[in-house]
C-alpha cells in the first residue's frame, strides 16, 4: 500500500473565496512527504535544518478536480520514484471520502548545500524510495489481481 | 484534563533562522481550538464558512520560552473561559517532551456575520466553552489534590 | 510591455533550508495577478470576496532555476491567455537582477460561484486579458525588431 | 515622521470569514520591520539568514479593532524602543485611510545564533533603533504642537 496521510482542512488553508486557497495544497503535500520520511526513521530536523545535503523542489504542479472546504478529511496518498542518481519526483493524490479531488507533483533534485551543486543521492532517500515505491507497486499489482 | 492537540512542527512553519516563524505558532494554536470545535461535534465547515454567527478574533497574544524545530512534536492545551454574553478567551500552553515551550491566548467576540454587531453566545459554542471549561477544572483539581 | 511586480522576498516566505519555501512562489505570482487586476481597475475586495463569479485555479506549475533569499528584489512579469470561453490561463516569469529564477503558470476557470457550475467570461475579465494580452505582444514585437 | 510601510491586502491574506486571518496581520507587521531594516541600509539576507546574531521575538500581542478585507490599502506605522542591552520592542499602528484598525507589538531578544546564549545588541541594529525612535519622537512633539 503506498504511504498515506491524514489531514484535515484548517481554517488558514482557506481563503475568502471559501475553499482553500490553490497554492496551500501543495504545502499540505510536503506535509504527507515530512510524515512519510519521519515513519521511516529519519529525523526531520537534521534532514531539513542541519543538513550538509539539500533536495530542493525544482518543478512542482498541481490539478484541481473539486473545491476543498474547511473540516475536509484529506487523505493524501503518496508515490515516489527515483528519476536518476540525483533526483527523484513525488506523485501525490488527494482523496476525500474515496473521491479524487485533487493531484500534485513535486520534483526534487539533490545538491550540496554549501557549494548547492548536485550529487548522488545518499543511502538514506535511496532506501525510502525502494521501501515507498516498492509499497506501492505492491498496491497496484493487488488491484491488478481484484480486477483480473 | 484538558483538550489537548498532537502537532508536529511543519518544514513550512518555519523560517531561514532554522526554528518556527513566530506569527505561525498562532495558526497552530488555532488548530487546536478547531480540533477541539470539530472533537465535539460542531460541523467546521459551517462554523467557519457559512455562517450567520461568527467569531473573529479581537485579541492575540503568545510568549516563546523556546525555539521550536522542523519535526518537534508539540502538545497544544487548550482552556476556553466565558468572558460575558458575547465574548470568550482561549488559553493554550505549548509543550515538548513536557516542558512548556510557548504559551498563547486568543480572544473572541461574537457577531452577527452580515450586520457585524455583536450579539449572544449561542448554545452550541456555550455548551464548547462549559465541557472544555469543566474538563480543564478537573485536570486542575486533581493537581492540587497531588500537591496536597 | 507586460505588467510587472516588484516583490522584496519577506523573512516567512522562507524556511529552515534558507531559501524561498517553494509553495509561496505561487503565492507571490498570485499577488502579482491581484496587483494587475487592481491596476486594470477592477475592485480586488467583490472580484474575490462578494462575487457571484468566481476564477478558481484548476491546474497551477512552478519551475525552479535558482534559489531564491530573503530579501532578494523580484521582478513578476505576468502574460495573461484565454483559451476558450469560460477558462484563461496566466504565464508568470520571475527574475532578479535581469536573469530568471523561476517561472509558474495558473489555470482558471469561470464559474458561478453558487453553482459551482461553468459559465462564460464576463467583461471586465476579459478587457483585463485583452489588454494584458495586447500588451504583452506589443513587448514580443518589439523584441523581434530589435533582434532583426 | 515613523517609519511608514504601505501593503495591500491579498487574497492569501483572507480566510473563509472573508477577513484577514488573524495570524496573518502579525506576518504583515513583520513585513513593515523588514522594510524598515532595509530602508536603513541593513541587508536583509545576511540580518536574517547567515547571521551569528539573532533576533527571536520572545513575545507578540495584536489587537483588532476592524475586520479587514482583501484589497484593502494598510498603511503601517512602526516605532521600535530599546527596552535594555540585549532587547527591544516594535510598536505597530495599521490604519486605512487614516482610521486605525489594529495595533500589534513584537519584543526581540538578541542572542548569539550558534550557542542561542543573549547577547548585548550590536551597533548595526542600535543605530536603527536611534533613528527610527528619534524619527517617531519629532513626529510626536510635531503633534503636540499641532494641539497646543
New interface residues.
Partial sequence: MPFTYNR?V???D??????V????L??IC??AY??SL?TSGI???D???N?SV?Y?????????LR?L????KLLISLIPQKLGVDKFEIAYEITVDDVVVAKAI?RHVCID?SS?SKQELPDEIIQWLETNRRDAEGAERRKSREIM
Avoid: M, W
Fill in positions: 484535515t484548517h481554517f488558514q482557506t481563503d475568502a473565496a471559501g475553499v486557497y490553490f497554492a496551500n501543495l504545502s510536503h506535509e515530512e510524515e519521519g529525523n526531520l530536523k534532514f531539513f535544518t543538513q539539500a530542493p523542489i525544482v518543478h512542482a504542479n498541481v490539478d484541481f473545491p472546504f474547511c473540516g475536509d513535486t548545500a548547492r
